[in-house]
T-cell receptor, first 115, second 117 residues
Framework: NAGVTQTPKFRILKIGQSMTLQCAQD?????MYWYRQDPGMGLKLIYY???????DKGEVPNGYNVSRSTTEDFPLRLELAAPSQTSVYFC??????????????FGNGTRLTVT | AQSVTQLGSHVSVSEGALVLLRCNYS??????LFWYVQYPNQGLQLLLK??????LVKGINGFEAEFKKSETSFHLTKPSAHMSDAAEYFC???????????????FGKGTLLTVNP
């Protein structure tokens, strides 16, 4: 059971380039999330999805886009990379969410540097 | 809106000493409470959670946490630190209210635990 798989593990981008961070889960979870982690700042929610075809903004969505065409996959797109997007990105999933206490399952992260 | 405060961004203890990591929350209704641990270059793993019932919750690796409603706290403890406990620890909350976006987790800023030999 792979859990949550993120690719790539590391990436260096030049300012203005675009890329897609991939996330896949094999636990049949409905809920998926993208967080970014910056030193001393904890985790900030970028986007989340409650099921295929449904996405919504989190706390820090600017500069990012997502899609959820299948239950398994939740890619995060950076269109015009900026140095402020240098961070570690984590994808997570959970079985459910509303009124429930399902814990999140995290991937191992993608470390992105924009120069 | 709910928030989480972790007191101390860095805690250093000696091997065998008590570990105490502090977490306070702000919410109109006591939320679901979680502690996650992050080892270097890895994602977060669930350590323990409080949902309902007994206020003292036991987790993996000998950690436990106690929910104190009167103090709005959920501090994490371990009687005797081990070198392998060195990691970053995050407290998180989720609203008990169903509907809308209330299932989102709100994380504290994290506490880095160092264990000295």
């Amino acid at each position: 059971n792979a859990g949550v798989t993120q690719t790539p593990k590391f990436r260096i981008l030049k300012i203005g380039q675009s890329m897609t961070l991939q996330c896949a889960q094999d636990m049949n979870h409905n809920y998926m999330y993208w967080y970014r982690q910056d030193p001393g700042m904890g985790l900030k929610l970028i986007y989340y999805s409650v099921g295929a075809g449904i996405t919504d903004k989190g706390e820090v969505p600017n500069g990012y886009n997502v899609s959820r065409s299948t239950t398994e996959d939740f890619p995060l797109r950076l269109e015009l990379a900026a140095p402020s997007q240098t961070s570690v990105y984590f994808c997570a999933s959970s079985y459910s969410g509303q009124g429930d206490n399902s814990p999140l399952h995290f991937g191992n992260g993608t470390r992105l540097t924009v120069t | 809106a709910q928030s989480v405060t972790q007191l101390g961004s860095h805690v250093s203890v000696s091997e065998g000493a008590l570990v105490l990591l502090r977490c306070n929350y702000s919410s109109s209704v006591p939320p679901y409470l979680f502690w996650y641990v992050q080892y270097p270059n890895q994602g977060l793993q669930l350590l323990l959670k409080y949902t309902t019932g007994a206020t003292l919750v036991k987790g993996i690796n000998g950690f436990e946490a106690e929910f104190k409603k009167s103090e709005t706290s959920f501090h994490l403890t371990k009687p005797s630190a081990h070198m392998s406990d060195a990691a970053e620890y995050f407290c998180a909350v989720r609203s008990r209210n169903s509907g809308g976006s209330n299932y989102k987790l709100t994380f504290g800023k994290g506490t880095l635990l160092t264990v000295n030999p």
